[in-house]
Structure formats: C-alpha cells, structure tokens
C-alpha cells in the first residue's frame, strides 16, 4: 500500500480530527454501495480504510512514522529485503482483502468487526462483504467535567434593555454575561466550558436569570405598564408631564379633557425581543385629587356635573 498520509491526503502533522475528517470524506465519496459500477473505487476504499486503520492507532502510527513498520503493519524488511523488501501482503501482494486471508493461525478466524459503525447509521456496508461482520467495541468517549449551576438576579430595567452583567464564577473570575433578546424570569444560559475540569474537558456552566420585580413597573409580554398619577389640573387643562421609563424619564403630552384611566403609549419602551425590537410602554393615567380639598370645593360651589358617567354600564 502507498504512504497512508498520501492515501488520505493529509500531511505527516496531522492531528488525529484532520485524520478523521478526511476518512470520512474519502470513505463516503468511495463507498461500494455508492460506486458499483466502478471497480476502482472499491480498490481505492480498500486502500483508504487500512490508511485510515493505521493512522488512527496512536501506537501503530508512531511505530510507522519511526520506520519499525510498513504502510500494511508488517514490520519493515522483516526477511531482509526478500520480496522486493516489503512485509508480508495478503493476497500475495495484491490490493484489497479476503477472507483466507485472515485464516491458517491456529485454524481460527479473525473478527474484524465492523469499523464502519456510526459512520453509515450504525451498520457497516450491506451484503456481508469483506468489512462485515460484528460490530467492532469501541471505549466510552472520556467524560467531560460536571456542569457548574449559577443563579443570577437582574434587575427589571436591566433585563429589559438587555445591559450587560457581571458574573463571578466558581474559580473566582468574573465575565460580563450578555443578556440574550427575550429574556425572561427562568430563562437559562449555557457558558461554554465554565464548568467543572474532567477527563474529556470541561463542563458548562448553566445560569439561571431571575428577574427582580419592580416597585412600579409590571411586565405584560414584551410591554412595560405604567399607572401614572396625574393631577386634576393636567386632566383638565392638558400639558407636559414627566415619565419615568426603563430607559430614564421622558416628556409625554397629555391632552386637555383626559379621562382617568385613559392608556398612552411610549413606543420602544419595553423589553427587548429575539429579533432586536422592542415592545412599547402602556401608560395609564390616574386622576389624583389633592390631599386637602376644601379649596377645591370652595371654587367648585355652586357648580354641578351634569354628565352621567356610568350609562355606559345600563344603571
């Protein structure tokens, strides 16, 4: 067989998932089942799978790579050169295998698994050919680290704007943790390799956002609401007011003649959804009468309303 890396067309630094990778190419592109019109590529998928077979063997690499054995695994020149200098070949030197080959030591047969299992849905190549077989054991992936949890507290301004947090980990360092649109109470984010150190690497972290409760904001989907006091003066005469927001006080335009209850809308007020847009702030008006009303009523004397405010409700 040729140079394996050259078989594979991966230089001699190649990392063991460069390796892989390119295996996987070859062996898909290769395949009998995919080429059964063409005899070559069965040879070239013989050739391609003992590369790959001995690349990806730690020790029969490094034994390649210093010379003690040939691209088939045969020692090197084990009879002096005898046969051209070449090791020991099934078939008598031919290209591919077959199953004598692998018979006469001992009168056992040798299992050569299945090396295909997982890279063509868990079965090997149909029809019982020369890769066939039991699937072949493979060891357990090495374990990554435990998952580390954390629960992190944000306040409602900050997590409707999405302001950056900081976070202390548990080896002491602290990141800035960027909120992610839509956010909401519960919401958990996943932090790459923050976790616990094991065999396979590193676990995750796992944060949990709780978002603190406001003293006069409520949440209402993507919405902020707001029940603004107003005076009776505002409601009858209109003008500016001062509002307070998520993103700081604004001036908001109030209409002479404003009912109680009346709702005004803030657009871009509210939280921050997936996409990048934001919901709006719902404000709604409450005519507050002053403490001490007895001026109020002087000047009221003598006049009467003669609206009737409730004959919406039929009484």
């Known amino acids: 067989m040729a140079d394996p890396y050259s078989t594979l067309g991966v230089t001699r630094s190649a990392s063991e998932k460069d390796i892989k990778s390119a295996y996987r190419k070859l062996a898909k592109e290769l395949h009998p089942d995919r080429n059964k019109d063409n005899p070559n590529a069965a040879e070239r998928f013989s050739d391609v799978t003992k590369a790959y077979d001995l690349l ?44 004598e080959d692998f018979q006469g030591f001992g009168n056992e047969e040798v299992d050569l698994g299945d090396i295909f299992d997982g890279l063509f849905g868990g079965r090997g190549p149909r029809g019982g050919g020369p890769f066939g077989g039991a699937q072949q054991r493979r060891r357990p992936p090495p374990q990554k680290g435990a998952d580390i949890a954390y629960k992190l507290r944000v306040t409602f301004t900050d997590a409707a704007t999405l302001k950056d947090q900081r976070i ?105 959804r997936k996409g990048g847009s934001r919901g709006d702030q719902l404000v709604t008006l409450e005519i507050q009468l002053p403490e001490d009303v007895e001026d109020l009523a002087k000047r009221l004397e003598g006049w009467k309303d003669n609206g009737d405010p409730r004959s919406k409700l039929g009484i």
């Open 56 to 99: 990806s063997d730690k020790d029969k690499r490094a034994r390649f790579d210093r010379g003690d054995i040939d691209a088939d695994g045969n020692p090197a020149s084990p009879f002096g050169g005898m046969g051209g200098g070449g090791g020991f070949r099934p078939n008598g030197g031919q290209q591919g295998f077959r199953a």
């Open 168 to 272: 202390t980990l548990a080896d002491g360092k602290t990141i800035d943790l960027k909120l992610p649109g839509g956010v909401e109470d519960g919401t958990q984010m996943r932090l790459k390799g923050k976790g616990e150190q094991g065999p396979g690497g590193a676990g995750d972290g796992l944060v949990t956002i709780a978002i603190d409760r406001h003293k006069v904001y409520r949440r209402e989907g993507d919405d902020v609401r707001l029940d603004l006091p107003i005076t009776l003066d505002e409601a009858v005469n209109g003008g500016k007011v001062r509002v307070p927001t998520v993103d700081g006080p604004v001036m908001m335009t109030i209409k002479s003649g404003t009912n109680g209850g009346t709702v005004l809308r803030l657009k871009g007020k509210g939280f921050t």
